[in-house]
């Protein structure tokens, strides 16, 4: 957000947020710095048996503020969620408590009024882009964080394209990795605008897919100049 | 699940099996427990002035005492005489707590302390032995657990209206009891009872022995506070705030 945290308070209550960011801890050394922060300076920290004994019990919640700010001073409100995942249960054999454990945590964002939630690495990797599998969202926007990066992506390209004197519309657009989330977020954004798409997949069988529904989707491209010379095409 | 009943025992004579023991001081907490919410519901009737409050406050007294007795049957059919000891370590202080706010004559701290601290320890800890515990054991821990989250639901639309009407003085109290009350109950279910013996195990400790049937305080605590947690949430409380204050409680 280009701007610096400004505050982390632990103690304001929710009462309407602009963002929440959904995370979890993954050590418990992280976990034992976030139980000492809860429980103060003032009290003995907990011993890492009771920490490794409490922490699953703990059903997902906000942990804490934070408060950011952009360089033309514009603040932001938000909180972050803990889904409380312990670290040693990171594996495939806990993946339906931990999928309940974000659920839980993005219908916490909810409730608090988030008007964005971003889900933690870890916790986009459980609902695979599936946003279904979470909660009625009512009037919350959940990102995996890699909307964002495709925009700046995109903004990018526009910019170079514009310094090297070249148009989008006469141009073929290739695209390494497009089976991944990113790769095939900035296929879907950039189709309408090119002349045609390459791409050289990290994972063939995901390109061959995607490249039938790019194809698929080809009518939808009105502001493409030249539908007719339109191409997608993997290249090995 | 194992056998409660040895099978080399005579037709009619109970042989408790090795684990029966154990069971023993289980149903023993349990029993104290339901005769404690008894008298608190009993002592929460004489400070209700709407006839309907004072008729369900006294309802809820039988029913827990009914509760009491059918754990004690159940010690029973296991050949166990289960004691009781409602000046037992723990369950006084508890009982205390409750006894300012009835002298008080505060009606919804009455409720705090029994359906949201006194009541979530119950049903938490209920489902967790109804889980381990062998047959009709079991099932009433079962049961019963499933009696009290009734009580809880009831309790928790009174509640929340209370605390739409002023959430900041609300929130204080149940804050101030929760300090008095759930220090006390996490002492209770503490891994050791370093602070001194509960008063209700018949002879040792049975905390170290409760693997054996199933069970470990680390769950019976986990269990406990996290249903605690989650009848805060639903009545409205910011789970930020309750989440530092289960944080800071004693271990």
Redesign the interface.
Same mark, same amino acid.
């Given at each position: 957000m280009g701007g610096a945290i400004a505050g982390v308070n632990g103690r304001t209550r929710e009462t309407g947020v602009d963002f929440a960011l959904i995370g979890h801890q993954e050590s418990w050394r992280a976990a034992a710095d976030v139980v000492a922060v809860l429980r103060g300076a003032d009290r003995a920290p907990l011993p890492d048996e009771e920490i490794r004994e409490i922490f699953p019990w703990i059903p997902s919640r906000a942990v804490c503020h934070v408060e950011v700010r952009s360089a033309t001073g514009a603040k932001a409100r938000g909180l972050y969620i803990d889904s409380f995942i312990p670290p040693d249960r990171l594996d495939g054999a806990f993946v339906h408590d931990n999928i309940s454990r974000v659920r839980a945590a993005a219908a916490y964002a909810i409730n608090a009024g988030a008007k964005i939630v971003s889900l933690g690495g870890f916790s986009s990797i459980l609902i695979e882009g599936n946003f279904d599998q979470l909660p009625d969202r009512r009037d919350t926007v959940f990102t995996t964080g890699n909307t964002l990066t495709v925009g700046f992506i995109v903004q990018g390209v526009r910019k170079i394209c514009k310094i090297e004197g070249r148009t989008l519309r006469d141009s073929t657009l290739l695209i390494v990795g497009a089976s991944g989330d990113v790769g095939s977020g900035c296929a879907r954004c950039m189709a309408p605008f090119v002349n045609g798409l390459c791409s050289a997949p990290a994972i063939r069988t995901g390109c061959t897919c995607l490249l039938r529904n790019w194809k698929q989707a080809e009518p939808m491209c009105e502001s493409r100049p030249n539908s007719s010379t339109f191409r997608v095409e993997p290249i090995s | 699940m194992e056998s409660l009943v040895a099978l080399n025992c005579t037709e009619h004579a109970v042989c408790p099996s090795p684990n029966a023991s154990i069971w023993q001081d289980i149903l023993a907490q349990a029993v104290t427990g339901e005769l404690m919410a008894a008298m608190n519901y009993t002592a929460l009737s004489t400070i209700c002035h709407d006839p309907h409050e004072i008729a369900e406050a006294q309802e809820h007294a039988q029913g827990e005492q009914g509760h009491a007795a059918t754990f004690a049957a159940e010690g029973r059919k296991i050949g166990l005489d289960v004691p009781s000891n409602i000046n037992a370590r723990y369950w006084k202080r508890i009982r205390e707590a409750f006894m300012r706010c009835i002298a008080e004559r505060d009606f919804i701290a009455c409720l705090i302390i029994q359906e949201i601290m006194l009541e979530s320890f119950a049903v938490a800890s209920y489902t967790r032995v109804g889980k381990a515990g062998p047959g009709s054991l079991g099932q009433t821990f079962a049961a019963i657990a499933a009696e009290e989250e009734e009580h809880i639901g009831h309790a928790l639309d009174i509640l929340r209206v209370e605390r739409a009407r002023d959430p900041r003085q609300f929130d204080d109290k149940v804050y101030r009891l929760h300090l008095d009350v759930m220090t006390t109950l996490t002492q209770m279910v503490a891994?050791e009872c370093r602070h001194g013996q509960c008063d209700l195990c018949h002879s040792s400790c049975v905390k170290p022995s409760l693997s054996e049937v199933g069970l470990t305080t *680390?769950e019976l &605590? #986990? *269990?406990s =506070? !996290?249903h605690y =947690? &989650?009848t805060l949430?639903a009545l409205g409380l910011? #789970?930020? @705030?309750? =989440? !530092?204050w @289960? *944080? !800071?409680l004693p @271990?």
């Open positions: - | 891994k *680390a &605590r #986990g *269990a =506070l !996290q =947690l &989650r949430d910011p #789970g930020e @705030v309750t =989440l !530092q @289960v *944080a !800071q @271990v």
